[in-house]
């Protein structure tokens, strides 16, 4: 699985680069954090996560968005604004015990586990979870 990382594979041509990685990508996880929050939701029509935001919506729509909370309180509140309009119901995905200190690594793992069969039945559909759990122990 490839994946495009905004703050990680942008250089200078910021809008170029965020279009091409949307474009490339086959769903897009939304990392739900009070700042992200505010920013799409937020009056500033230049701020790059709104547009970002707004872009994978126009070419995914809300099936083809994950949205994970990256703290507890992310996951109690719901969406609002902008994101509530586009998303819905969209659940939310708790990732947020992954980012805390004192949890077990074999918790994180199962946590990551969790999200990569979600990512993989956003992107695939059912049918593609259904055979990856068939085959999770061969080599193909």
């Avoid at 942008?10 to 739900?32: A, P, R, W, Y």
């Avoid at 968005?65 to 509140?77: G, N, Q, R, S």
């Avoid at 993989?120 to 593609?128: L, N, V």
Wanted: a negative charge; one cysteine or more; glycine letters at 6%.
């Amino acid at each position: 699985m490839c994946s495009f990382i905004d703050y990680k594979e942008i250089t200078n041509q910021i809008d170029e680069e965020i279009v091409k990685g949307i474009d490339q990508s086959l769903c897009m996880l939304f990392f739900l954090t009070e700042a992200s929050l505010r920013k799409v939701n937020g009056e500033d029509g230049t701020d790059y996560v709104k547009r970002e935001f707004k872009y994978a919506f126009k070419k995914f729509g809300p099936k083809k968005i994950i949205v994970v909370a990256c703290d507890e309180y992310m996951v109690k509140t719901p969406l609002t604004g902008l994101l509530s309009f586009n998303l819905g119901t969209n659940l939310i995905f708790d990732l947020s015990a992954a980012f805390k200190e004192d949890t077990p690594q074999g918790e994180k793992k199962i946590l990551y586990d969790e999200l990569y069969q979600r990512i993989m039945t956003t992107i695939y559909g059912k049918m593609r979870k259904d055979f990856e759990l068939q085959h999770e122990n061969k080599v193909l």
